[in-house]
C-alpha cells in the first residue's frame, strides 16, 4: 500500500470540507483497502467516516424506510424494520460476500463497489476503467464474468453488488450532502453506463458523500425472492442473479418489480418489463414476455454468451418464487 | 516482545486497543492492517496471513463482538475497539474453548494453518446462533477457506458445540 494521510473528521461538514477529487472516504475498507491494496487505488488521503454517528441507524417514519450510510451490511439485514418493509433487500444483502465481509462492509460502500472485472483489477493489462484510454482487454479476451446489456466499446464491466440490484427493484433513494447541500438521486440514475467514459462508475459529485439510502416500504412478506446463480454455492459474484417482488390481487399481478443482477454496468431494471406483467394473471406467457423486454438487446461477447440465455430462463423462475411465496433460501442451496 | 511496531518515523499513530482483554498501545503507520498490527507489532501470530485480500478468512478475528477479517481493516481506524484472537479464546488456566476441544475431537484440520481463522470464525458463528443445521453452518462459514479440505469435520465439531 503507498502512504496516505489520516483523519478522522466528526461531522460530515467537516468531512466534504476535507475531501478532495484524489482523496478516499473510508466506511468498511472491504473494496477500498483490497484495491489499494492491489495497487489499483492511489488515495493521498483518507478520511474515516468511522466517528460519524449521524451515518448510523436504521429508522422507518411515513412509509419510508432510512438506512444510514454506516449501518454494516450484516446490521441492516438483521434488522427488524428491514425484514418487514423491504425483506427483499436483505436476502439480496445475505446472497454475497461472507459473514466477517458483510459485518465490515456498509450501505454506502456497497454502493461505489466497483467492478471485479479481472483485467480492472490487473495493473499488467491495459483497462480504460483503471487508466483511462489504454484499452479493454476484456473485449476478445476472458469475458465469462463480463457484461451483456448496456455494455461500450470501450468497457464491458458488471457491477458485482447483490444490495443494489435489491435497491433497484425496490426504487431506493441514495441520499447524498456536499458543499451545495443536500441531494437525493433515485438508484437508478446513481450507477451509470460506461459509455465513453467507463471510469465514472457513479453520478456522485467528487466532493459528495453518501448519508442514507431511502426505501419507499413495501411490506411483500413471501411474495419475493433474490434469485443467485452462481460457480460456488456461496461466496462468489453472481452471473446472473434476479431481485423480484410482486403485489396479487384477485389473482393477478398488481405490482411487479423485476431487476438483474451481473449482466450490467449497474443493476438492470426497465419499467417497461415489469408494465407486461401488471394486471396479468401470473403465468408462463407474462414472464417469458417480461424476460424478453429486460433483455431485449443483450449481445455476448463470447465468453458470457450463455448469461442470455441462463437470464432468460432465470427471470421466469424468479417470478414464480415470488408469485408462489417461496422467496429463495440462501442456506437450503435447493431451487424451488 | 515490543507493544509497538518499531522503528517509529515520525508521523506515526497511537491507538488504543484492548486485546484479548489486556489494554494495549499501538503505535503505526497509517496503512498498518489490524493483521500486521497484531502479528508485527504485539507478537500475536495465531492470525494468519493467507490471502491478504479478504478471500480465505486465515485472518479472521472478533472485533467488538463481530467476526472481521483483520486484513482488510486499518487499525488505525479501530481506536479503542476490542479485539478477540485465538490466543484469547482459552481461558487463562488454559482450559480450552469448547470449540478447539471440539476440532481436536473431531480432527478438524489437518495442516492447521486455517484453524485460527475458523476457530474464530466458528465461535461467533454459535454466538450468532447461525449453527442449527449443517446447511446453515456451511453457509455461514464460507468466509474460511480450508485447502485440506477438512469442512466435514469442522461442521461435526461446530455442531457438537451447538448441540449442548
Known sequence: MRPFTFSRPEAPALAIAAKTAQARFLAGGTNLVDLMKYDVERPP??????????????????????????????????????????????????????????????????????TRCHYFYDRQTPCNKREPGTGCPAIGGVNRIHAILGASPSCIATHPSDMCVALAALEAVVVVQGPEGERRIPVADFHRLPGDEPWRDTTLGERELITAVEI??????????????????????????????????????????????????????????????????????????????????????????????LARRAIPRALHQAVAGTPQSHVEKAIR | MPDDLAPRPPGLLTVPLTVNGAPRQLHIAPWTTLLDALRDGLGLTGSKKGCDHGQCGACTVILDGKRVNACLVLAASKEGSEVRTVEGLASADGTLHPLQQAFITHDAFQCGFCTPGQLCSGVALLEEGHAGSEAEIREWMSGNICRCGAYPNIVDAIREVASR
Open chain 1, 216 to 309: 419507499p416500504a413495501w411490506d411483500t412478506g413471501d411474495h419475493r425472492t433474490y434469485l443467485k446463480l452462481r460457480d460456488r454455492l456461496s461466496y462468489a459474484f453472481a452471473l446472473i442473479s434476479v431481485a423480484a417482488a410482486v403485489t396479487l390481487e384477485g389473482g393477478r399481478i398488481a405490482k411487479a418489480r423485476l431487476a438483474l443482477g451481473g449482466v450490467a454496468h449497474k443493476p438492470w431494471r426497465l419499467a417497461e418489463a415489469e408494465a407486461l406483467l401488471e394486471g396479468r394473471a401470473p403465468e408462463d406467457a407474462a414472464f417469458a414476455a417480461a424476460a424478453a423486454a429486460l433483455l431485449a438487446g443483450a449481445q455476448g461477447q463470447g465468453g458470457n454468451d450463455f448469461k442470455i440465455e
Open chain 1, 45 to 114: 488521503a483518507l478520511l474515516d467516516l468511522g466517528r460519524i454517528e449521524a451515518l448510523r441507524g436504521i429508522a422507518e417514519g411515513g412509509g419510508t424506510l432510512r438506512i444510514g450510510a454506516l449501518a454494516t451490511n450484516a446490521d441492516t439485514a438483521a434488522h427488524p424494520l428491514v425484514r418487514r418493509h423491504a425483506p427483499l433487500l436483505a436476502d439480496a444483502i445475505l446472497a454475497g460476500a461472507t459473514p466477517q465481509l458483510r459485518n465490515m462492509a456498509t450501505m454506502g460502500g456497497n454502493l461505489l463497489q466497483r
